[in-house]
């Protein structure tokens, strides 16, 4: 493997050892710690510990450019609002309960939505095909202060859904009630579902900014990748700049 990196002598060739040191889950954070030791010791080079969420923003600064801006950290685990303030990256709003990226991918197993190439990818592209975009599908919006909860959301949505896949006509939202027409399909709630949780994203993510007085905004993490909440995001950036 060394030699197909090009390494002829990682004393020579490596300068320094980084690895994840937390947060994580725990049975691979170890696994790769040992491994980071072991390699520290036997080439007599330097053992660094990354804070995994300060790996994803320092790397996204450094493609960006980005000099001091509110991070908005969303991924399958972790769903936070960061800033620096004070010499330190400080959190100033998260979730209470499940992240974001674990929110889609729980309601995309409720849907049987393929894991190829992510449960959320294929939520976003089933969101994009709703023919309904201007009447939402009526979610709980859970935002309290800087914080937010997504578990509340997630449970009435999976029920949404089960109804609408066993044809549970007494659902009024779902079937009209005169004539039991279906009146909500599935890209209608993966649509809604999205808008929903990026509106609570974006609020939160405003707010930080107006606090740490900012107009830069870096969004890290698998989640970062929908087109959709980078769209809002940079609406919201936009219409705060030019006031």
Request: hydrophobic content about 40%.
């Amino acid at each position: 493997a060394l030699k197909q990196a090009g390494l002829t002598d990682p004393r020579n060739d490596v300068d320094v050892i980084c690895f994840t040191k937390g947060p994580g889950m725990g049975a691979p954070l170890h696994s790769v710690a040992v491994v980071a030791r072991t390699c520290s010791l036997l080439w007599d080079v330097p053992l660094v510990g990354v804070n995994h969420c300060i790996g994803h923003i320092e790397m996204g600064r450094e493609i960006t450019g980005a000099s001091n801006p509110v991070v908005l950290y969303v991924s399958g685990g972790n769903t936070q609002v960061i800033a620096y303030s004070e010499n330190r990256y400080r959190i100033f709003g998260e979730t209470l309960d499940v992240a974001v990226g674990n929110c889609l991918d729980r309601f995309a197993r409720t849907l049987k939505i393929s894991n190829s190439p992510s449960p959320g990818y294929n939520i976003e592209q089933l969101a994009k095909k709703c023919k309904n975009k201007n009447e939402l599908v009526e979610l709980p919006y859970t935002v309290k202060g800087m914080d937010l909860s997504m578990s509340g959301i997630l449970a009435y949505i999976d029920s949404l859904a089960k109804d609408l896949f066993k044809g549970n006509k007494k659902n009024k939202l779902l079937f009209d009630p005169k004539t039991g027409e279906q009146k909500v399909t599935v890209e209608d709630l993966c649509y809604s579902l999205q808008e929903n949780l990026f509106a609570m994203l974006i609020e939160i993510t405003e707010r930080a900014m107006a606090h740490v007085n900012s107009s830069h905004v870096l969004i890290v993490g698998g989640v970062g990748c929908n087109l959709r909440l980078q769209e809002m995001m940079t609406q919201m950036c936009h219409d705060r700049v030019n006031g």
